[in-house]
């Protein structure tokens, strides 16, 4: 099956970059999808087919998607972003929806 | 405003069964396909089971397959899932989650999320 590989954690300072990439076989030919879990909370979509962002998500948050690498970029990094991340795709040979491990990113 | 509630999560010793449910509004059901996501205690997000909007195409992972059946009833607004033969590793977190589109196969994400129900599975 279809493997989504992630860093289990991501530190940045308030008001950096925060990358967290999400690695598979090829996945610049999938659309990934991203999700933030905040503790106690359920998932909330922040990035979808790569790059794009739900109504209600700020601008910091964007998506890109080459290769065998797809990466979540969220600029000027607030305290409120501090969460668990999670990539996703469709993988067509089981036809099942493949989560990453998730990546804990601490605001230092 | 968009909703789910999941709810029929509990206590259940091992070998039994357990019917999860989770009531939509907010949005028209049978426009969508359905899924369910678990999470283990401290553990990641693992899709379980979609449906589609139809009942006519649906899937499951393969650590449930054979076990759990998943269904809708799109008069009800709800989606359902039958847990049977249930073993100490489906302890979780279960999620009804709300597709982009209406298949569960397909590169569609899932954009609205209910707060869960957990099944505990212990003797």
């Known amino acids: 099956s279809y493997v989504l590989t992630q860093p289990p954690s991501v530190s940045v300072a308030p008001g950096k970059t925060a990358r967290i990439t999400c690695g598979g076989n090829n996945i610049g030919s999938k659309s990934v999808h991203w999700y933030q879990q905040k503790p106690g909370q359920a998932p909330v979509l922040v990035i979808y087919?790569?790059?794009d962002r739900p109504s209600g998500i700020p601008e910091r948050f964007s998506g890109s998607n080459s290769g065998n690498t797809a990466t979540l970029t969220i600029s000027r990094v607030e305290a409120g972003d501090e969460a668990d991340y999670y990539c996703q795709v469709w993988d067509s040979s089981s036809d099942h929806k493949v989560f990453g491990g998730g990546t804990k990113l601490t605001v230092l | 405003e968009v909703q789910l509630v999941e709810s029929g999560g509990g206590l259940v010793q091992p070998g039994r069964s357990l019917r999860l449910s989770c009531a939509a509004s907010g949005f028209t059901f049978d426009d969508y396909a359905m899924h369910w996501v678990r999470q283990a205690p401290g553990k990641g997000l693992e899709w379980v089971s979609g449906i589609s909007w139809n009942s006519g195409s649906i899937g499951y992972a393969d650590s449930v397959k054979g076990r759990f059946t998943i269904s809708r009833d799109n008069a009800k607004n709800s989606l359902y899932l039958q847990m049977n033969s249930l073993r100490a590793e489906d302890t979780a977190l279960y999620y009804c989650?709300?597709?982009?589109?209406?298949?569960?196969?397909?590169?569609?994400?899932?954009?609205?999320w209910g707060q869960g129900t957990m099944v505990t599975v212990s003797s």
């Open positions: 087919y790569d790059s």
């Open positions: 989650a709300k597709d982009i589109g209406g298949d569960p196969t397909g590169s569609d994400a899932f954009d609205i």
